[in-house]
Each structure stands twice: as structure tokens, then as C-alpha cells.
């Protein structure tokens, strides 16, 4: 079934902007994200686990003066992409037009869906299987209306995505979950 939504993306203009916050080059406006001494371990916290293995910088937000629904995750295309909490897959499609290869998964909390987007075609996980947190569910990418290497974070209310839930400013438990704490 197509699943149709409303994405709102950086102009143009902002291309040079995300490819400085992907490469780190100092003229990025993204805030410095962490780094696991080896590189590549899930930073946690008892509530959560940040959702990329290896090096980040943060790019634009909620709102982001366009109707950005989430938080974008700068990485090297082909990180890893972890679960942030336990949970089912409700979702695994692609959308060329926005969201590129995306998965939606349903918090066993119950509370919320957290949504992936723009991952590489090698996704790692089927609709219904569950999802402990930590467990590899795709690989950055760019795919989808991308113009740089990343992970676009959402995290929405129940019912869930597209379902009457709210979307929720994703940043500060990604920021938690990246400090592991």
C-alpha cells in the first residue's frame, strides 16, 4: 500500500551547509556529536540507545523553519543504523519523492513510533518482526529526496506515525542517548 506524506526539505542552497557538517568541516553549523573510543559501539542510556555507530554531527531539527518533522544525524554513508528503543517494525517501504528507504518502529512502550529515513537499500529488518534496542536495522544513506549522507530522526506520540499521533522534538532524548545518560 503507497503511504503518502508531506515532507518539507532544506532549499538548494543549504547543500554546502550539510556537506560540511558531513565531511566536519569547521564552517558546519551542526554541534558536534560523539564518538565511541573504537569508533563504533551504540552510545545508551537506561531509557534509549543512539541510533548511529561511529561519528556524527547534528543537523537541522524540528521545524528548522520549514516544517521539518525531525532530527537529521549527519554520518558516513554505510554506518550502521540501530534501533533506539525495543520495539515491532509497523514499517519498511520507500519513498522516492521524501523519505527514501525508511522503517517505522512501534515502541514496545507502547508511546511512541520512531521513524528512519533516507537509509541505504540494504535495510536489515521485515515488517513485523521485532526489534530489540540496539539491534542493526539499516545503514546510513542518502536515499529519497537527500542531498547528503544521513539520518533523518523522528519520534511521534501514539497513536503513531501517520496514525493521529504528534510528531515530538526527537533532539534532546537523541542527545541523552548520545552522552549515555
Known amino acids: 500500500m503507497a503511504r503518502f506524506f508531506r515532507l518539507r526539505f532544506a532549499p538548494l542552497a543549504a547543500l554546502p551547509l550539510l556537506v560540511a557538517a558531513a565531511t566536519g568541516s569547521s564552517i558546519a553549523a551542526a554541534s558536534s556529536g560523539g564518538i565511541s573510543p573504537d569508533g563504533s559501539e ?6 534509549g540507545v543512539f541510533p548511529i555507530r561511529g561519528r556524527h ?14 532530527q537529521d544525524v ?6 550502521p543504523v540501530v534501533a533506539a ?3 515491532r517494525v509497523r514499517v519498511k517501504d520507500y519513498q522516492a519523492s521524501g523519505a527514501g528507504n525508511y522503517v517505522v518502529v512501534k515502541g514496545k ?13 540494504r535495510l536489515a529488518v521485515s515488517e513485523g518482526e521485532r526489534v530489540g534496542a540496539g539491534e542493526l536495522i539499516g545503514y546510513v544513506g542518502s536515499t529519497g529526496r537527500s542531498s547528503a549522507c544521513h539520518l533523518h ?7 503513531g506515525w501517520y496514525r493521529g499521533g504528534d510528531v515530538e522534538n526527537p533532539t534532546p532524548p ?3 542517548w548520545d552522552r549515555g545518560s
Open 57 to 70: 554531527t547534528y543537523g537541522d531539527g524540528l521545524g528548522a523553519g520549514r516544517g521539518h518533522q525531525g
Open 109 to 121: 512502550d507502547r508511546k511512541h513510533d520512531y521513524v528512519y529515513m533516507h537509509m541505504l537499500r
Open 85 to 87: 528503543r525495543s520495539g
Open 174 to 176: 537523541l542527545k541523552r
Open 74 to 79: 549527519l554520518a558516513k554513508c554505510g554506518k
Open 42 to 47: 551504540a552510545r545508551s542510556s537506561a531509557e
Open 153 to 159: 530522526f523522528e519520534m511521534w506520540s501514539a497513536p
